[in-house]
């Protein structure tokens, strides 16, 4: 049986832009990665899923149903955002085939997607990758949010990212890497938090052209 091609990039008429974290466990990075970014949207948005924006996140090797590190929960408290009901996932196909967006903590992790098929390669990034791709887009070519919608927004900035990938190189081997703090202190927990939580400050107000409160 031929498994489905996938979302593509920017798939016309789509009232949904789904956001796919992937780590491996799915119970330290990603969790950690899907809270922020929910909270920075909310921050935003006031409620990202009437405007059209979901955020998910598993494992590669999933803990499936396992609740997240205790350690990974304080760090996301510190940083305001919430850990509530959190229960991890094993990565399955359906998840990839119905992400808009797929951000990973490694280059391994992007890998291990974008194997699985269904047209994942192009709008699969590790975090810190899409990062780097989207300082370098211009927001003014970019759809305005508030007359076009945040997702049509979105969409065009995974094509714009996806069009530089091969032009604006990470400027080291581990530049596109979050590093794994399982079984850590908590110190390391929040450096962590804290590396994630820049990554996706840039990467939030690109895809919802509102810059974060002060």
């Not at 006031?46 to 090797?61: F, N």
């Not at 999933?62 to 996932?89: Q, S, W």
């Not at 990839?96 to 269904?118: C, E, P």
Request: glycine share 10%; net charge negative.
């Amino acid at each position: 049986m031929t498994a489905p091609e996938g979302r593509g990039i920017g798939e016309p008429g789509s009232d949904t832009f789904r956001i796919l974290h992937v780590s491996t466990g799915n119970v330290c990075r990603s969790p950690i990665t899907e809270r922020l970014t929910r909270h920075a949207l909310v921050d935003r948005l006031g409620d990202p899923v009437v405007r059209g924006m979901i955020v998910e996140s598993a494992g590669t090797w999933g803990h499936e149903g396992a609740p997240m590190e205790a350690n990974a929960a304080a760090v996301l408290a510190e940083l305001g955002a919430d850990a509530t009901g959190f229960v991890g996932r094993e990565l399955l196909d359906e998840h990839v085939i119905t992400a808009d967006l797929v951000l990973t903590a490694t280059r391994d992790h992007r890998a291990q997607v974008i194997s699985m098929g269904h047209s994942a390669g192009l709008r699969t990034f590790t975090l810190k990758e899409f990062t780097r791709l989207v300082r370098a887009i211009d927001p003014a070519t970019l759809p305005d949010a508030r007359e076009e919608g945040v997702v049509e927004r979105a969409q065009a900035l995974v094509r714009a990212a996806a069009a530089l990938r091969g032009w604006l190189l990470a400027p080291s081997v581990d530049a596109d890497e979050v590093l794994d703090p399982y079984g850590a202190p908590i110190t390391f927990f929040r450096s962590i938090g804290e590396e994630i939580n820049q990554a996706l400050e840039p990467v939030v107000t690109a895809l919802t052209g509102v810059p974060a409160r002060m």
